[in-house]
């Protein structure tokens, strides 16, 4: 077993934190996002590089009073005051007492799962507020505000109706680990091993932890999430009971998703509703981003576009509902074995290639950053629809009117020239309808190339094949 990293990626959130930390005047920062995406080990991480009268209190779902009696107590024995142990002080005093010890210090305090307090007082924001404008807002400190219930979070600290509205200095949603900083979990793997790991877990470093030290992925899949025993086994509805009240209703329409049903009318149909029911509570998961919509990457008014499909973003719920849910009864009765079967046939064709395009996509980006590879385009993404079917990479430059195409399959065969002519046969067929000029043919492969389409690329410098994620011959250059 190796020695897991103690802290990774989280570079921009650092600094904005920094930045606030340094600040003339004080500070009030919100954090938020869903469970396990490590938003106490980040505070952890810039509370060691900070050392002094700082104050970390996770707030429980107990009352507000006993909250307040926990906080009172903490600061009573940060500040040596034995006294206010047994008073009866509000949250006003108790703040009072802490901002005026030790003036001379910058002080960061933190109320962890915030929004536990605002939801068994629900005037417990405008108490905050009242705190920050009487105590905080003049004093020497940081006040971070954390949660992990995105939807009560918003509500209670961002929303334009929420009385703390208008007084953050910052706020930082914290999303998953890049796919960059995955590899920095695990030791002895390579980029195409990582891939199906990733599919799974994603970038939520819970997750990540407990797969790292898992020999392959699916040991994995069948010790720590078909486990009824393990946490991974009931964790999309430990995420989910918490952010909506229809619990039943959206585990139906992540299945319909799921299960391949990614227009609107799909969704409806699966689900025995008319149309116009349905977008409340694709917005609900998009905000919680759990589901996004996209639309062809030709499309000129994304939002008004006939052609959006919706689909889940998050790797592990998307695993879950396509591997797990439906085989529950089955797991139940500890056949656990004829659903790592079922997973087998599907697993790679059907799931890990598709998550593999998203990480080609996201790999596009980190090329076009560098300008000897002449890869310029300012809108990428997929296109499907009548002129030539599906195509995986799809790059526009609106500016100059160049283009470029791409194939990137997860699969253990070689690429060979049939994908270089059907994507000069699709590039022919969208130069048309984008009135762009294709300029550069992409081909991504997790098994190499054909030497026939090796030659190729050596004679033609609009050509790119990438080994996984690594240029196999840059003719850029």
Not at 157 to 167: I, K
């Amino acid at each position: 077993m190796h020695e897991k990293k103690q802290f990774v990626d989280r570079i921009e959130e650092l600094k904005t934190l920094e930045q606030e930390y340094t600040r003339k005047a004080a500070a009030f920062v919100i954090i938020y996002g869903r469970r396990r995406v490590g938003k106490t080990a980040l505070i952890n991480e810039f509370l060691s590089r900070h050392s002094g009268c700082n104050v970390y209190f996770l707030a429980t779902q107990e009352s507000e009073e006993q909250n307040r009696r926990a906080f009172r107590n903490q600061v009573a024995e940060l500040i040596g005051n034995e006294l206010l142990k047994s008073a009866d002080a509000d949250w006003l005093t108790v703040f009072k007492l802490l901002t005026g010890y030790r003036t001379e210090e910058r002080k960061i305090i933190v109320l962890d799962e915030f929004q536990y307090i605002g939801h068994s007082a629900p005037a417990f924001p405008s108490v905050m507020q009242k705190v920050w404008d009487t105590v905080l807002k003049d004093a020497n400190i940081m006040l971070i505000l954390c949660g992990s219930l995105v939807t009560l979070m918003q509500q209670q600290t961002l929303d334009y109706s929420s009385p703390l509205y208008g007084r953050r200095t910052a706020q930082i949603k914290l999303k998953q680990i890049r796919y960059p900083y995955y590899k920095d979990f695990f030791y002895g793997k390579s980029e195409k091993d990582l891939i199906p790991f990733y599919a799974v877990t994603g970038g939520v470093p819970k997750y990540i932890e407990s797969f790292c030290d898992c020999e392959n992925v699916e040991a994995g899949i069948e010790n720590l999430v078909l486990n009824p025993q393990s946490y991974l086994y009931e964790e999309p509805y430990f995420l989910l009971q918490n952010e909506v009240n229809e619990i039943g209703s959206y585990f139906s329409l992540i299945r319909a998703i799921a299960m391949g049903n990614c227009k609107l009318s799909e969704i409806a149909a699966f689900l025995g509703v008319k149309q116009t029911n349905v977008p409340k509570y694709l917005k609900t998961l998009m905000d919680l981003d759990l589901v996004e919509r996209e639309v062809p990457v030709t499309e000129s008014n994304p939002e008004k576009s006939k052609s959006g499909l919706y689909r889940i973003t998050d790797n592990f719920i998307s695993f879950w509902f396509k591997f797990v849910y439906p085989y529950r009864s089955f797991l139940e009765r500890g056949e656990k074995t004829y659903v790592m079967e079922q997973i087998r046939k599907m697993f790679v064709q059907n799931y890990v290639s598709y998550i593999y395009e998203d990480l080609c996509r996201e790999k596009m980006w980190e090329f076009a950053s560098d300008s000897q590879r002449d890869l310029c385009f300012d809108r990428l993404g997929r296109y499907w629809g009548p002129v030539c079917g599906e195509v995986d990479l799809l790059g526009l430059d609106t500016v100059d009117g160049n283009m470029l195409i791409g194939e990137c399959k997860y699969t253990e065969a070689e690429k060979g020239l049939s994908v270089l002519h059907s994507l000069q046969e699709k590039a022919a067929a969208l130069e048309g309808k984008t009135k762009h000029k294709c300029r550069k043919i992409i081909i991504f492969s997790t098994s190499g190339f054909t030497k026939g389409l090796e030659e190729e690329a050596g004679r033609n410098a609009n050509l790119l094949l990438i080994d996984t994620f690594t240029p196999k011959r840059d003719n850029a250059r």
